[in-house]
């Protein structure tokens, strides 16, 4: 089964830190650029673009609204996304997705997304 699974979210305060993986299944993350997008709930219309990363990891680049606070790094023996976050915010608080889409071609699938897991910053 193909598939991304999403892991680390969960409860910290403002101003904490948190480390979110993505782990494939099912297929090789080699030829994907990967990105993290996050969603607030209740508002399933806006799916902000958090960091995204090249297939070759030769670039990454990060939304405004947490450049200098999250790092995005990729394993690419272990199949593996991860996002430190720093320096949290209530800002922050929402569900975090993985994705990954097809940068060289062929491949059976050009667009993967995780399940999401959440992330609460509240004190």
């Known amino acids: 089964q193909v598939q991304l699974v999403e892991s680390g979210g969960g409860w910290v305060q403002p101003g904490g830190s948190l480390i979110l993986s993505c782990a494939a299944s099912?297929?090789?993350?080699?030829?994907?650029?990967m990105s993290w997008y996050r969603q607030v709930p209740g508002k399933e219309r806006e799916r902000e673009l958090v960091a995204a990363i090249g297939m070759r990891s030769d670039s990454t680049n990060y939304a405004d609204s947490v450049d200098g606070r999250f790092t995005m790094s990729r394993d690419f023996a272990k199949d593996m996304l991860s996002l430190q976050m720093n320096t949290l915010k209530p800002d922050d608080a929402a569900v975090y997705f993985c994705?990954?889409?097809?940068?060289?071609?062929?491949?059976?699938?050009?667009?993967?997304w995780g399940q999401g897991t959440l992330v609460t910053v509240s004190s």
């Open positions: 994705n990954a889409r097809a940068t060289l071609l062929p491949v059976t699938y050009r667009e993967v």
């Open positions: 099912g297929f090789s993350l080699s030829r994907y650029g």
